[in-house]
């Protein structure tokens, strides 16, 4: 089993930052790529950035050129840096991790999920 813990969420005003991050503890040695995603109100989860265990990554097109993926093996830990927010990237954003290799697209290519933290991006 992976449990992972997401944290950095809160409010934000329009054109601020925030950097999310999630711990990876279990047997991670089975984890081998990693994805941030997003669910506001009324709208299906999205996939908002993934990494792979070697460290190539995909972006969502709605945030290419402000978000960026990372991921630090040797703390467990992958971050999702946000800059430029915009009231529309508010959501509850979910770290999810996967054992098959390739970038998965959809949730169900995940296997473990974290229990998500808020982002609200208002003035």
Same mark, same amino acid.
């Given at each position: 089993q992976v449990q992972l813990v997401e944290s950095g969420g809160g409010l934000v005003q329009p054109g601020g930052s925030l950097r999310l991050s999630c711990a990876a503890s279990g047997i991670i040695f089975s984890i081998n790529n990693m994805g941030w995603y997003r669910q506001a109100p009324g709208k299906e989860r999205e996939l908002v950035a993934g990494i792979t265990s070697g460290g190539s990554?995909?972006?969502?097109?709605?945030?290419?050129?402000?978000? +960026?993926i990372s991921r630090d093996n040797a703390k467990d830990t992958v971050y999702l840096q946000m800059n430029s927010l915009k009231?529309?990237?508010?959501?509850?954003?979910?770290?999810?991790?996967? +054992?098959?290799?390739?970038?998965?697209?959809?949730?169900?290519?995940?296997?473990?999920?974290? &229990?998500? +933290? &808020?982002? +609200?991006?208002?003035?």
């Open positions: 990554t995909d972006y969502a097109d709605s945030v290419k050129g402000r978000f +960026t009231p529309e990237d508010t959501a509850v954003y979910y770290c999810a991790a996967r +054992t098959d290799y390739g970038l998965g697209k959809e949730p169900y290519e995940y296997n473990y999920w974290g &229990q998500g +933290t &808020q982002v +609200t991006v208002s003035s």
